[in-house]
């Protein structure tokens, strides 16, 4: 059904998140017919730029991204531009101006979401502005969406959290995790429970452990200066592995809502076990790529990226044995992955069934191969499901089928699709797929632990993979130890 009338506010959209994702999915949605006629986009940054400057950008926007373009024209007609600073009380107050006309012109009935899609370290500073300048100060809804990072530990999440807070309560709080946003994340929860044949064996009884995989092909690219305070760790494990990993971990909730859902992933994060000193080691692998050959192509490694120091200590790579303590998950690990420079781009998961008690067929030599269930994120969406079945002919012998469903997801690079759902899940109030401040906050004091001890002991392997491999050595005996293996399976 249709959003409400809604006035969104992007703050920083003159940049690259706005132009690749934001202004295609709301176009998507417009197409769609998702998008109530009564919506109005005011965008901010610092550039002069006028509102007919911002339309053909916008245009232009979604004329790269491919796809239909009807109606383009139209559509930009409802964004308008002002510059702004964003410490400067003055620029708030004239954005209230030009807010209150739009509101009175396409009937918006108060109704305000504040996009931040800024450098992290303005995300308080405007949300503190919104309210002492008076913008949240409307009949409608008001809503704060966050990009990511969230912090980058814990104490600074917090300091930012307790600042929103002023303004914003933790419901009108839409935090981004664009994992959440994806078709086959989201499909997770229905896959587990809207079918008799998972559920009952989503435990440690019958799974022997879960790989979470999430490997990127590119480098660091012209991230450099952000990604060496970043790194792996927190650029995705913090949020996007742990996401997946509680999604997969949570008890069935007692119904679909914000409230329950978020409850039960909190609850699972709660099982977490923390990974802290000399476990650090003993349980997660960082690694750094180096020189490597992709494609054909020679490419450099990390230390000889842009903006990266020759002696870096940051990971582009990340492997990890996370452990839920709790009567479902005892004993069963579940492994992450995720790394810069890797052989493919690919984010899926494997469950990876128990072995059957006692194998009939093993006469006729055939290993038998554990059942396994693939859940392919992207660039693949889908899922398949590896069984075990009898040859054709006359012996009794096994052979590997796999039964695959395929979302034929678009495999363009330029997939708004997760923004789509998540705008046009905050504009209807529903912030089941953004994390709730609990969550955060138990991801990174996780992720502080390991943090801290990586920080202190330098790497001295590094680079220790080569580019368009998956990753250094001792992720692969990450599983070893435990007599498993990273699935190659496609
Ligand atoms: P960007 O650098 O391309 O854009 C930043 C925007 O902020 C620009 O419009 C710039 O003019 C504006 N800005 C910067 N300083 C300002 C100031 N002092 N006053 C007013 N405006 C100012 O950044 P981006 O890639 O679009 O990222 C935005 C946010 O989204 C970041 O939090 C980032 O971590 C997050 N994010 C980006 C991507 C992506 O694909 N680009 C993906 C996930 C998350």
């Known amino acids: 059904s249709e959003t409400p009338a809604s006035l969104i506010m992007i703050f920083g959209a003159t940049g690259d998140l706005a132009k690749r994702k934001l202004f295609p999915s709301l176009y998507n949605l417009y197409q769609k017919g998702k998008l109530s ?41 409802h964004f308008y531009y002002q510059a702004h600073d964003v410490t400067d009380s003055d620029s708030y107050l004239g954005l209230k101006k030009l807010a209150d006309q739009l509101d009175k012109k396409y009937e918006l009935e108060g109704n305000r979401i504040f996009y931040l899609s800024m450098a992290p370290e303005f995300f308080g500073t405007i949300a503190s502005h919104l309210k002492t300048d008076g913008l949240t100060d409307t009949k409608g809804y008001k809503r704060l969406i966050i990009e990511k990072p969230f912090g980058h530990n814990y104490p600074s999440a ?38 008799a044949l998972f559920e009952p064996l989503w435990n440690n009884r019958y799974i022997s452990n879960i790989q979470i995989t999430s490997s990127e092909v590119l480098g660091v690219e012209e991230r450099g200066g952000y990604y060496e305070k970043s790194g792996a760790l927190r650029d995705m494990v913090q949020n996007h592995m742990i996401q997946m990993a509680a999604l997969l971990a949570m008890e069935p909730p007692i119904n679909l809502s914000t409230e ?52 870096s200590n940051t990971e582009t790579f990340v ?49 038998l191969a554990p059942n396994l269930l693939v859940i392919h994120i992207q660039p693949d969406e889908g899922i398949t499901l590896h069984l075990n079945a009898k040859r054709i002919g006359q012996e009794m012998e096994t052979t590997p089928v796999k039964l695959n469903f395929s979302n034929k997801g678009l495999h363009g690079m330029n997939t708004p699709e997760a923004y789509e759902k998540l705008m046009y899940d905050c504009m209807k109030g529903d912030a089941t797929n953004f994390t709730h401040w609990d969550e955060v906050s138990l991801s990174w004091k996780f992720i502080d632990n390991i943090s801290a001890v990586w920080e202190t002991k330098k790497a001295d392997d590094y680079p220790n993979y080569a580019s368009g491999t998956m990753g250094p050595k001792a992720s692969d005996e990450l599983l070893e130890k435990d007599g498993f293996f990273w699935w190659p399976v496609t």
């Open 37 to 77: 006629e009564n919506f109005a986009v005011i965008g901010t940054a610092r550039r002069e730029w006028s509102h007919e400057t911002f339309q053909s950008h916008v245009y232009d926007s979604i004329k790269s991204a491919g796809g239909e373009n009807e109606g383009i024209d139209q559509f930009a007609s």
């Open 158 to 195: 917090k300091e930012l959290n307790d600042q929103l807070r002023h303004s914003f309560s933790e419901e009108e709080i839409y935090r981004i995790d664009h994992y959440l946003g994806k078709a086959m994340v989201q499909n997770i929860q229905v896959i587990r429970f809207a079918n």
């Open 260 to 311: 329950e859902v978020r409850s039960e992933k909190g609850r699972a994060l709660k099982s977490l076990r923390p990974v802290e000193g000399d476990e650090v080691e003993k349980n997660f692998v960082r690694g750094q790529y180096g020189k490597g050959t992709i494609d054909g192509k020679e490419l450099p490694g990390y230390r000889e990226e842009a903006n990266v120091d020759p002696a």
């Open 319 to 367: 492997a990890g044995k996370l452990l839920f303590d709790n009567f479902r998950w005892a004993g069963v690990p579940f492994y992450i992955r995720t790394g810069k420079r890797m052989s493919s781009k690919d984010t899926k998961i494997v469950v990876q069934f128990k072995d059957i008690p006692m194998n009939l067929y093993y006469k006729a030599k055939n290993e």
